[in-house]
Every structure is written in C-alpha cells, then in structure tokens.
C-alpha cells in the first residue's frame, strides 16, 4: 500500500511540476536556495541537532495570495540517542511541492508534501511559517514529519 501512495504522490508532483513549468517556460530567476537548523527526533529517543539544505524553483501566483514551489534537499538528523537500543540517525535526499499562502504582506504560511529517497525513505510532510525579510531573503519555521523522524526547523532562504 505504501509504495502506491508513493506513486502517487511522486505521478502528482510530477505532472503538476511538469505542467506549470511547461506554461511559464524556465526562469532562472525564479529559483532559490537556502539552509538550516533542526531539532530531530524518533519516538523513545533524544532529539539531536541535524542541518538541511535545499534548492527549489517558484512558480509564481496560482491564485490570489496563493503560490507553488518545488524543492529538492538533503538533510542529516544528527545522532538521536536511545536508552537501551541502537542510536538512530537518518540523512538523505527529499523533493516536496510546497504551497504557500500570504497571510500578510510579511508572513506566509508554507504547506509541503513529498518524498523523502534517504534513510528514513517514504511520504514527507510538513506546516510553518515564513517571514520575509526583504524581497531576496526569508527566514521559516517548519514541522516536517517523515515515515521515523519528526522535525522542527528553522531555515534561511536566498533568492538570489
């Protein structure tokens, strides 16, 4: 059942990726990039401090206030220790479709939902919250949570 969701999920952000890209044609000044902190964890562990880095294209307004990204990533969770078992760590490559809508002129709230192809492979999903600090640079704060590891993160994203 889980690799048909994955299917899924990977034949939806395909097309969908695929067909706005088609529509609007490449603009390399339409992508960003950016990197963070998180605090990880599995269940029964300590959390650990890991990092993440990613890269990703806008594809602009898709209706009022209302706008669509793609992402590709890589993270590493850092080390979780857990009493009585093997410590638990997880790093690898991700690609999500992120919606994001402006809640004010400042702050939008962010929506993603992938996959993730690393140690802890399967359907990714996260909530957050963005603060634009000017028109080439944000700062957001995310939840994600991945098939074993929950994440908190915080992130600075340059659009060059």
């Known amino acids: ?5 994955r299917l899924a999920v990977i034949g939806f952000v395909g097309m969908t990726l695929s067909s706005a890209a ?16 998180s605090s990880n964890s599995v269940s029964n562990s300590d959390s650990a401090t890991g990092f993440q880095i ?5 594809f602009g307004e898709v209706s009022p206030k209302v706008f669509i990204d793609a992402e590709v990533g890589y993270m590493d969770s850092g080390t979780m220790s ?12 991700w690609a999500n479709g992120v919606g994001r809508f402006m809640v004010a002129e400042s702050v ?16 990714m999903f996260g909530v957050g919250a963005g603060y634009l600090l000017s028109k080439k640079a944000k700062l957001r704060l995310e939840y994600v949570q991945r098939d074993k590891v929950d994440s908190v993160q915080f992130n600075f994203v340059y659009h060059p």
């Not at 088609?22 to 902190?37: H, I």
């Not at 990613?54 to 806008?58: A, E, H, I, L, V």
């Not at 009493?83 to 997880?90: E, L, T, Y």
């Open 1 to 5: 059942m889980l690799n048909l969701i």
């Open 22 to 37: 088609s529509a609007q044609g490449f603009d390399t000044g339409k992508l960003f990039f950016g990197g963070g902190v």
């Open 54 to 58: 990613f890269g990703g294209y806008g």
């Open 82 to 93: 857990r009493s009585g078992q093997a410590d638990a760590k997880a790093k690898g490559l």
């Open 108 to 123: 939008e709230l962010i929506a993603r939902l992938g996959l993730d192809f690393g140690d802890d492979d399967g359907l």
